[in-house]
């Protein structure tokens, strides 16, 4: 045996949340959806309105979609036609770094840089085009301060991003400024919407009745339609930045990926749950149970890898945990280190599903529970073993009785179908 059974098993305990863990979780969560609203100073959740309202379904033109926040940038052409109908006309696709060739997000590049290599892939998704006047919606997936609806302030990067010159800066007034470097002066960035508003966006120009839209993918975060019960304020939807929550058991894992990442103390719920985070967290309880230092680089994909396999031998499990920690392991102790790669995704499906209890709840008030759908996009949702299972399973535990009324639809055109519709509610405004 590499590794002591009792120390499996309390390393894999470490991930376990009970129901009663997740019920205290979504009335902690719900606690501070309140503080954060009435802007508190403890609140741990920005809850940062988006100045935008559901879109009525009739939005109709074309319109640029610049698509910002993950490792890869796109720019589409997108045609609205109404009705829930669209057309992608042109779209192209970047990473930000290419290892050896260019790196735009890393602390060594500046604003400019970025913005410039955003303002160009933009130029290709309109052919070089300088006559015909075009409406950018931006989705620009980071915590910004909004005071409306082209106004937004990067407060401070996430997910590892450390590129100068962008916090606390406009962001559409760096791309504008890159588009006129340009000479791109007939396409005018008008609105910036965080990635969680426009998946919602994009779902409620589908289907009535979706009031909550998440990421769940390289970050996690969650917004939702705000009616303000007590009148205080006009109806927006809020980018609450759920990664920030962190009240929350933390174990020692979740200590040592805090330490080592950009940002120590911040996005702890977020580095929990995340795509960015989940390998490393495997690595990190993988070690402590192996007695290694440190922390092994698993990736989410070799993760997912990891879960997947589901020959009895475990060949292929076996093969990715060996590759990294130099040691060979048993059918049967390869059995065991699958167990706790699982232990680690369903952990991070089931405090994703409190967090959308908590919506769900703050929401309905006193009222019945609506039917209504939740629109989640992000490649951990879609991609990764066993998420979607226990997502839906803890939500059903959460919500009893009244779980049926809650439909958790996929939206993967959200974040370029939202910047177009964010584009045109502009006009309509
Ligand atoms: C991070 C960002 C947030 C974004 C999420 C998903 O949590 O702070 O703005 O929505 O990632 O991309």
């Known amino acids: 045996m590499n590794f002591d059974r009792e120390k499996f098993n309390a390393v894999k305990a470490a991930f376990t949340l009970d129901d009663d863990a997740l019920r205290t979780m979504v009335e902690d969560f719900r606690a501070d959806m309140r503080a954060g609203l009435a802007g508190e100073p403890h609140a741990m959740m920005r809850m940062l309105r988006s100045y935008l309202g559901l879109p009525s379904g009739k939005e109709n033109g ?42 735009h997000i890393s602390a060594d590049a500046t604003a400019e840089e970025m913005f410039d290599f955003l303002a160009e892939l933009i130029d290709e998704a309109i052919e070089g085009n300088r006559t015909t006047p075009y409406l950018l919606g931006h989705t620009f997936s980071f915590p910004s301060r909004q005071t409306d609806i082209y106004n937004a302030e990067l407060i401070i990067w996430t997910k590892e991003f450390a590129t100068r010159g962008v916090e606390g800066k ?114 990190a309880a993988l070690a402590d149970l192996l007695g290694a230092d440190g922390i092994y680089p698993f990736t989410s994909i070799e993760l997912s890898e990891i879960v997947a396999d589901a020959y009895l031998d475990r060949h292929s499990a076996g093969a990715a945990i060996e590759a990294k920690t130099g040691m060979t392991f048993s059918a049967a102790e390869r059995t065991l280190l699958q167990e706790l790669a699982t232990a680690v995704i369903v952990r991070s499906a089931r405090i994703v599903a409190a ?46 009785d009244e779980a049926v009324n809650v439909q958790i639809i996929l939206e993967n055109t959200g974040s370029a179908l939202g910047a177009a519709l964010a584009a045109a509610m502009t006009e309509t405004k």
């Open 170 to 283: 406009v962001v559409n007034d760096l791309l504008k400024e890159a588009l006129a470097r340009r000479g791109m002066t007939n396409v005018t960035p008008v609105a910036v919407i965080n990635d969680t508003v426009a998946v919602l966006l994009a779902a409620a120009y589908k289907n009535e009745h979706t009031y909550i839209g998440s990421i769940y993918a390289t970050g996690q975060n969650t917004c939702y339609y705000e009616e303000f019960a007590d009148g205080s304020a006009p109806a927006t939807i809020i980018n609450m930045e759920s990664g920030g929550f962190c009240n929350l058991p933390c174990t020692k894992y979740d200590d040592a990926i805090d330490r080592e990442s950009e940002k120590p103390g911040a996005q702890r719920l977020e580095k929990m749950v995340s795509g960015r985070y989940l390998g490393a967290l495997y690595g």
């Open 62 to 103: 074309t319109f640029l979609a610049l698509d910002f926040g993950g490792t890869n940038v796109r720019a589409l052409r997108i045609l609205l036609k109404g009705g829930g109908d669209y057309e992608v006309l042109s779209k192209v696709a970047k990473p930000l770094t290419m290892p050896g060739l260019y790196d």
């Open 355 to 400: 967090t959308y209890a908590g919506i769900i709840q703050h929401r309905r008030g006193e009222d019945e529970l609506e039917n209504q759908f939740i629109a989640v996009d992000g490649s951990v949702y879609e991609k990764v073993p066993l998420v979607a299972h226990h997502l839906r399973a803890a939500l059903d535990m959460l919500l009893m």
